[in-house]
């Protein structure tokens, strides 16, 4: 009795593990976008937390006021990420049933 339901729950663990590891390769394909400055710094982020590009437009650049350009790329660069871990976790809560299993991503 208890060997049948073992070998349920050992498929459905490993259905969920092969879930997980296309959902992590589909998240890895896609990309978040994030802005500040009215648009001048623009940073695209993908499914794994990395920054795949910053856009900077010259306006942005005012020798006289590096800080400000630091600071409008540390905001969409934060940003991107925090969109990117969002995103991640909406799609991997859709797999998991909302259930929080740690170390996932």
């Known amino acids: 009795m208890m060997g049948g339901n073992m070998n349920k729950m050992m498929k459905q663990v490993q259905k969920m ?9 589909e ?3 896609r990309t978040v976008e994030a802005t500040a400055g009215g648009g001048v710094v623009k940073v695209v982020a993908s499914g794994r937390q ?3 590009s910053i856009t900077i437009k ?3 650049v005012d020798p006289d006021d590096v800080e400000m350009l630091q600071d409008l790329i ?3 660069v934060n940003d991107a990420l925090r969109q990117s871990q ?3 976790a909406k799609e991997m809560a859709k797999l998991t049933g909302g259930l929080n299993i ?3 991503f």
């Open 50 to 52: 990395e920054i795949v």
């Open 102 to 104: 740690p170390g996932l």
């Open 17 to 25: 593990q092969a879930d997980m590891a296309r959902m992590q390769e």
């Open 86 to 88: 969002e995103m991640v």
């Open 58 to 60: 010259p306006e942005a």
């Open 27 to 29: 998240l890895a394909n």
């Open 74 to 76: 540390l905001t969409a």
